[in-house]
């Protein structure tokens, strides 16, 4: 059987090198072996020297996302269940309280590319992005479920959220439902923190939640007593609620989607927080150009990801650079700003170039309070942080 094997431009295989978790096509020389989306190959330079092991395709602008840069790995069965075994006691150890609710695998973080498997109660929810998963996903989802009974964690389902766009660049069908042969409902009620929370597997933005947030929410928590505070963008409440439990003095939820904000009230009822929030259906930047000075103390500003491309960088830029701008003007003297952004495209050194531009045309000072990003759950690889590292959360005092 003739080598598969993928030759590398000596530019592509210094950025493998460095830890570059996928090999793309402009870097491609030459594909020996004749392989199949989805089939095992290795990364060598020109000169025959190895560097990595991963899935193929044929057509992708990834050519080959890595599995394994050790020339001695066998990649089969045993392979992945070890992978699978490393990201479980891995969250074990960093989300022992929060266990039954938390991501379990995170893609190229856990070096499995193009998989996410989030947990929430006895349901499994997976994304598969890549062919090379999707290939082995009865083998995969066998070995979760057994590496999770082993542990006595009780799991009755999988959940498949296969709707997202990414899976189209590698010729993937769009669909959603359980893999096994159950009839379950899909909106389960998760315990996050103290805080009771519907997520809806089915419709849900992600897999059905912002498990990303989730100790950044309690930062908040811990902050808002006696305090009035607006939630932007709220989605299905969960800043805000967290704040109500905090015992802040009233807080105010703004989201553009009465779905959302019917959500976030049931939300609020599951927890007997809704005395505590007003819940306005308006459009975020509208209501930030409307509301009076100096009404809040905490503002909250989590918006969705204003560019998920590099061509629409500097719209993304200046919409983030207003609303935080109007933020920060309106706040009473000494309030406090939360700042958030999702998009792994605007990074951490322009969004905090943003925020001193926005600060200094409101004529504001910024005193940090704390800088964070995603939980614990979704880790960071210091060798592949663009792709890993894209949540930022600020908190500064506005002086």
Same mark, same amino acid.
């Given at each position: ?42 990364i ?20 080959? !996302? ?6 001695e790995? +066998? ?14 006691d891995?969250?074990?150890? +960093? ?23 989030? !947990? ?23 070995? $979760? ?21 990414? !899976? ?5 069908p ?31 933005q ?13 930062? $908040? ?18 800043f805000a ?73 500097y ?8 609303i ?7 706040? !009473? ?37 704390? +800088? ?28």
């Amino acid at each position: 059987m003739s080598r598969k094997v993928v030759i590398i431009s000596d530019e592509g295989a210094q950025y493998i090198e460095k830890g570059q978790a996928n090999m793309y096509r402009n870097n491609l020389e030459h594909v020996a072996g004749n392989p199949q989306s989805g089939e095992i190959v290795t990364i060598e330079t020109k000169d025959h020297h190895y560097l990595a092991t991963g899935f193929y395709h044929e057509t992708s602008h990834v050519v080959v !996302r890595i599995l394994t840069r050790n020339k001695e790995d +066998v990649i089969n069965d045993a392979f992945f269940k070890n992978r699978l075994q490393a990201a479980y006691d891995f969250r074990r150890t +960093v989300e022992a309280r929060n266990l039954s609710n938390c991501r379990l695998v995170f893609g190229e973080a856990d070096f499995l590319p193009g998989l996410t498997v989030d !947990r929430y109660n006895d349901i499994l929810v997976t994304q598969i992005t890549s062919v090379g998963m999707e290939n082995r996903k009865d083998m995969l989802y066998k070995q $979760l479920k057994q590496i999770l009974k082993k542990d006595r964690q009780q799991i009755k389902a999988i959940y498949e959220r296969n709707d997202v766009k990414a !899976r189209e660049k590698e010729d993937l069908p769009l669909y959603k439902g359980f893999y096994d042969d159950v009839d379950l409902p899909t909106v389960i009620t998760i315990k996050e923190n103290g805080l009771l929370l519907n997520v809806d597997i089915e419709n849900g933005q992600k897999t059905g939640y912002f498990l990303d947030q989730k100790s950044n929410r309690v930062l $908040l928590r811990e902050m808002a007593h006696g305090k009035t505070v607006l939630d932007c963008f709220t989605h299905t409440g969960g800043f805000a609620l967290n704040a109500a439990k905090g015992n802040a003095k009233h807080v105010t939820a703004v989201d553009v989607s009465k779905t959302a904000l019917d959500e976030a009230l049931e939300n609020a009822k599951l927890n007997k927080l809704e005395d505590k929030i007003d819940f306005v259906q308006a459009d975020v930047f509208d209501y930030l150009d409307q509301i009076k000075l100096h009404q809040f103390d905490i503002i909250v500003l989590d918006p969705p990801a204003f560019t998920k491309s590099r061509s629409s960088f500097y719209k993304a830029y200046n919409g983030y650079k207003h609303i935080n701008k109007k933020a920060m003007n309106v706040l !009473r003297g000494g309030g406090y700003l939360i700042s958030c952004s999702c998009s792994h495209f605007m990074d951490r050194e322009n969004y905090e170039k943003m925020l001193r531009e926005a600060a200094s045309e409101a004529g504001v000072i910024l005193k940090q309070v704390s +800088v964070t990003q995603q939980n614990h759950d979704h880790p960071i690889l210091w060798t592949n942080d663009q792709e890993t590292a894209y949540l930022k959360f600020y908190i500064f005092q506005i002086i």
